[in-house]
């Protein structure tokens, strides 16, 4: 594969803003949701606590998974519309 | 029947599993010694992924560590799942194409510099044996509570059982136990929290248990418990906490070590496939998630039963009395795990917070001091018994704290000689050496580190304690970075990754030494390891995600000021990016 196909640029820069929209999720609910933006989220109620929390202790993980499975599932189509997928 | 028998057969059945898998899964050449010849199904990978990350501190400790803290240690959860979604976006995928068995040998040939091994073939070694000294420590403290042996005879026949299917097997023998060992320990982890979830709450999802109501008490379960725990001086459960920095880094240098932790990587090697790799770590995070969700649960259930077992009459009434304590604290008592001292002789167990703030109340009561000492480590273990559940459960949390800790090790083990083997011996002193020599090779490194952990899991060092923050802020501040670096970036050259790598591990180790010790030496610290004197408020344990960010910076800035890599390492950057053409790992 060369670097100067015009395809595998843009596969490239899909991939990247796919990972760039990914992190900040990521960082939005571990970092942010759980831990920073706590105090702010913290009038929800959750199960005898606030949102925040379970943000800490369930609901970042649960997101985390969810990011995980998007990204492979996108990554995968694009593989296929670039024709750069495994045979 | 005997509660040492019934452990002795769950025991010694899960033992027997693993010993048929290595005699069925023999290695027949480097390839599957050290990928599993490149076959995995995505999802036995995920299972073996579980199993290899969630070692004895995992398995036995994080819940405790939960109980303890409340809000504070939901870092541990985050920080050992969010690093997945780095190491299945930003590494995996990417070195699965490129397809080799070490991850040494990726940066030996992206920054064209031997010397860039052999630093990564450093840090590897120190942040995997500092790491597996914990795992035969824990299997021999596993096997000592369990089976009545020696804990230094335990840990022999555990590693005569690693020995067993990692020399014969390799990764090919290490990712089928690892499978085995998957289902056993998360059946021991799930089982006693569904019962205890079920007791308290009457939901059998000890996830869901834990945000519902109290049985009992009518309140919110996380109500109730703060009301007990703050009734008795502690904090609430679910605090907050002032230092978010700290809290936040801690976190970062989790999730970053957890991406940058050779054993882990080389697991996405034995895929078929780029796409495998991807979804290798999706179904690896739910195999995770599935112990992770629970075992917040497990902290908060277990501190309040903890709490209502002391004081069965509310914390306005006087506490149980010392004769009529249960059968589960005689029995941990004998281990020394958990001790008791009458300070005011009035014949019960006084448990609460012995600070400041609270000692009015405690003075009104008659209250001395605090008379009760549960080491959090326990939690997990003990919590069939506290919930009264049958013997066979207690078999089944034995095998299973087992099974955490042998996967673990083998995994890291398997890191070790692969290092050694291939990367030094093949790598450095005998490029010429053969498949076979290369195989008997492995074989040696593994049975000698083996050895070498079994020896040091049996006398752990002074700061064996201390050495975990040592693993994740290695992995963190040096082989991260590198590997990071290494696809993202054409420019990274190999004097930038050199520079980059050593001053974020001496910059890491630096800070943790000062407030530690030099080499953990006691007494060589130059600063109190104590929150007013850490710079900024950022704890030793939090210093590898600031590691991380140095390396970054070092290695853009010397590699600006130097030459450009050679367009051969322009284009292999160019081809680990896109799936086409990876093929099975190899080794040329």
């Known amino acids: 594969m060369s670097g100067h196909d015009y395809d595998a640029v843009n596969y490239w820069k899909a991939n990247l803003r796919l990972i760039f929209g990914s992190l900040i999720v990521w960082a939005l609910v571990s970092y942010g949701f759980a831990i920073l933006l706590r105090p702010m989220i913290a009038g929800i109620p959750v199960g005898g606590t606030d949102l925040g929390f379970w943000f800490a202790q369930q609901g970042s993980i649960l997101t985390f998974i969810v990011l995980i499975f998007h990204y492979a599932w996108r990554m995968n189509r694009l593989d296929e519309k670039f024709g750069v997928h495994e045979e | 029947m005997d509660q040492f028998i019934i452990n002795l057969l769950f025991v010694g059945g899960s033992f ?8 069925w899964a023999k290695a027949g050449s480097t390839s599957d010694f050290y990928v599993a010849g490149g076959g995995i199904h995505p999802i036995t990978n995920g299972a073996a992924i579980g199993a290899d990350w969630m070692s004895a501190a995992s398995f036995i400790s994080m819940a405790g560590l939960i109980a303890a803290g409340g809000y504070a240690n939901s870092t541990f959860l985050m920080g050992w799942t969010g690093g997945y979604v780095l190491l299945a976006m930003l590494l995996a995928p990417y070195l699965r194409k490129f397809g080799k068995f070490t991850v040494p040998e990726f940066i030996g040939d992206r920054y064209y510099s031997q010397n860039a091994r052999l630093v990564a073939v450093i840090c590897l070694i120190v942040a995997s044996v500092t790491y597996v000294i914990g795992q035969m420590a824990g299997a021999g403290v596993a096997f000592s509570r369990f089976l009545e042996v020696d804990a230094t005879l335990g840990l022999i026949i555990a590693a005569v059982v690693i020995f067993l299917y990692a020399v014969m097997g390799g990764m090919k023998g290490i990712t089928y136990t690892q499978v085995a060992q ?41 109500t109730k418990l703060n009301q007990v725990i703050t009734d008795l001086g502690f904090n609430e459960y679910t605090a907050d906490v002032d230092n978010k920095l700290n809290m936040v880094l801690f976190t970062l240098t989790l999730m970053i070590g957890t991406a940058g932790l050779p054993h882990v990587i080389i697991r996405f090697f034995t895929v078929p496939k780029v796409a495998d790799a991807r979804w290798s770590g999706g179904w690896a995070l739910i195999f995770i998630a599935l112990l992770y969700l629970t075992a917040p649960a497990v902290a908060s259930m277990a501190r309040l039963n903890l709490m209502t077992t002391i004081y069965p009459d509310g914390t306005a009434a006087a506490p149980i009395e010392y004769d009529e304590r249960p059968q ?29 703030s609270f000692e009015e109340e405690a003075e009104a009561r008659g209250w001395e001091g605090n008379e009760l000492v549960v080491n959090r480590d326990i939690l997990v273990l003990a919590n069939p018994e506290i919930a009264n559940l049958p013997g066979w459960v ?48 492995a074989r040696i490194s593994m049975a000698v580190a083996i050895v070498v952990a079994t020896y040091l899991g049996a006398n752990p060092p002074g700061f064996a304690a201390q050495v975990v923050a040592l693993a994740f802020g290695i992995a963190a501040a040096s082989l991260f970075p590198a590997l990071m670096m290494g696809i993202f970036s054409k420019r990274v050259n190999n004097k930038g990754a050199i ?17 530690k010790g030099w080499l953990f030496i006691p007494g060589t610290n130059n600063l109190a390891d104590i929150p007013e004197n850490w710079v900024l408020g ?12 140095v390396n970054f910076a070092v290695a853009f800035t010397v590699s600006n000021a130097t030459e450009e890599p050679p367009i051969e390492i322009q284009e292999l950057v160019e081809s680990v990016r896109y799936p086409r053409g990876a093929g099975g790992a190899t080794d040329h």
């Open chain 2, 538 to 549: 950022i704890s030793p344990l939090s210093i590898g995600a600031i590691g991380a960010i």
């Open chain 2, 499 to 515: 520079a980059g790598m050593l001053s974020g591990l001496v910059f890491t180790l630096a800070y943790i030494f000062v407030y």
């Open chain 2, 394 to 441: 207690i078999g089944l949390i034995a095998a299973g704290g087992l099974a955490a800790a042998l996967s673990t090790a083998a995994g890291l083990l398997l890191a070790i000689s692969s290092a050694i083997s291939h990367d030094l011996i093949k790598g450095r002193i005998n490029p010429a050496i053969s498949d076979k020599g290369e195989l008997l090779a």
């Open chain 2, 182 to 222: 998957y289902c056993v320990l998360i059946v021991a982890y799930t089982i006693p929290a569904v019962f205890i979830s079920i007791q308290l709450t009457g939901n059998p999802i000890p996830g869901l248990g834990m945000f519902s109501t109290h049985t009992e008490s009518g309140l919110p379960l996380l």
């Open chain 2, 328 to 356: 589960w604290v005689r029995e941990w008592e004998v281990t020394g795990l958990i001790q008791y001292e009458d300070k005011n002789n009035d014949g019960r167990i006084q448990l609460y917070n012995d600070v400041p």
């Open chain 2, 16 to 23: 027997a599993l693993y010993i048929g898998i290595a005699i």
